[in-house]
């Protein structure tokens, strides 16, 4: 149902500054593509879905203001009446974001290690509306991207024919424009295809309506107190947006839990020993990777090395796909645990370098051969 509702991306659609553009492919090889879905379509469904569950209730407008993590005890507030709750659990699962109260709580925990950054750019959200004709103004089967070496504008499609588009920008940036002349003067030298696509009087109201919101990356470890708490999805590990990982992490983390229910028969300390023993690794890594796709995404792109690796890493693939497979593909398109993608990266890059040499000792060399030649 989620891929029925979803809109296929088979690319990077990519705007020049001049306004022309160009097509980079996700997949040349099987033609695998990525999908568009709205936030608010998939959480529905997951409701719906937990309707089926008679062992499932649900609370809502209920805020966490005390735990005791050893003890599997909890105290919420609610929202609308102030009255306080306690709660008394066999496992209290901590799935409540990037800035987690339950984490919070964990912090307390001897041996708990935790880090976090906050990177130097912002993001704010943007908007394209459907065409006079109620269509999409632009090719829907795309990411689209305006890089611009140290920020960029993305456009995603939605279901109603409307684009989100996200600026990704430096905060001090976002600071210099602090007028509506500033405005379109930064947008006709850097995105003028993109204004009457939004259109001028929009862009200034959803612009100035709201500010740039900060983009946060979270690391900690050990997972788990006792047998009693957990971490999982952001609560666990947010990670910036540029790969469009953290809800499949997120999603993973939960089929790994289903795994090791299964391999240890219920035993919550041998579970969550062996989650908090094991996870980390792979959600590290994915969260360099999303560091990492953001200076792709808004740089690498426009470089003619980045294009000429590409060529090499998709032709590679249709000639050997079982021994080369490229570290985007790896990350969007297979099972392959992150860490073991990086691995692959890494060994390729040591493979494709010693071949860059090779050739050009051998192109050295055949010149130098030619030159004694003709003397």
């Known amino acids: 149902m989620v891929q029925e509702h979803g809109i296929p991306m088979v690319g990077r659609y990519i705007h020049r500054l ?9 997949d040349s090889r099987t033609n695998q593509c990525i999908y568009s879905v709205g936030r ?19 609370h809502f407008n209920h805020k966490l203001i005390n735990t005791n993590l050893q003890k599997g005890l909890l105290t919420f507030q609610k929202t609308q009446t102030n009255e306080t709750v306690d709660v008394n659990a066999d496992l209290i699962i901590g799935s409540d974001g990037a800035y987690s109260a339950v984490r919070k709580a964990m912090m307390k925990e001897p041996l708990f290690d935790y880090s976090q950054k906050y990177i130097e750019h912002g993001y704010m959200e943007l908007c394209i509306p459907p065409g006079d004709d ?16 140290n ?8 279901q109603d024919r409307t684009w989100t588009v996200t600026l990704f920008m430096p905060f001090a940036k976002f600071n210099e424009i602090d007028s509506d002349e500033k405005l379109l003067n930064f947008f006709g030298k850097y995105f003028s295809d993109a204004i009457p696509l939004i259109g001028k009087k929009k862009l200034m109201e959803d612009f100035f309506s709201g500010s740039a919101l900060p983009l946060v990356s979270v690391k900690c470890r050990p997972y788990h107190v006792k047998d009693k708490a957990l971490l999982i999805g952001d609560a666990a590990h947010a990670v910036v947006p540029f790969y469009g990982q953290g809800m499949n992490c997120g999603f993973e983390d939960c089929t790994i839990l289903d795994e090791l229910f299964q391999k240890h028969n219920d035993n919550l300390k041998n579970i969550l020993d062996e989650f908090s023993a094991t996870r980390w690794v792979d959600v590290f890594a994915i969260s360099d990777l999303a560091m990492y796709n953001y200076v792709e995404m808004r740089d690498l792109v426009t470089r003619p090395s980045y294009l000429f690796r590409k060529t090499i890493d998709d032709f590679l693939f249709w000639l050997i796909p079982n021994l080369w497979v490229p570290l985007y593909n790896s990350v969007s398109f297979t099972n392959m645990p992150y860490s073991q993608c990086v691995k692959n ?27 004694e030649v003709r003397i």
């Open 18 to 26: 001049d306004g022309s553009t160009y097509i980079i492919p996700y």
């Open 40 to 58: 608010n379509f998939l959480n529905s469904l997951l409701l719906k879905e937990s309707e089926k569950y008679k062992n499932v209730e649900k």
């Open 134 to 149: 109620g269509e999409f103004q632009m090719p829907s089967q795309y990411l689209h991207i305006w890089p611009r070496g």
């Open 151 to 158: 920020f960029m504008l993305i456009a995603l499609p939605n």
């Open 345 to 371: 990266r890494q060994f390729q890059d040591k493979i494709f370098k010693m071949v860059i040499a090779i050739v050009g000792l051998l192109t050295f060399g055949g010149i130098l051969l030619a030159y």
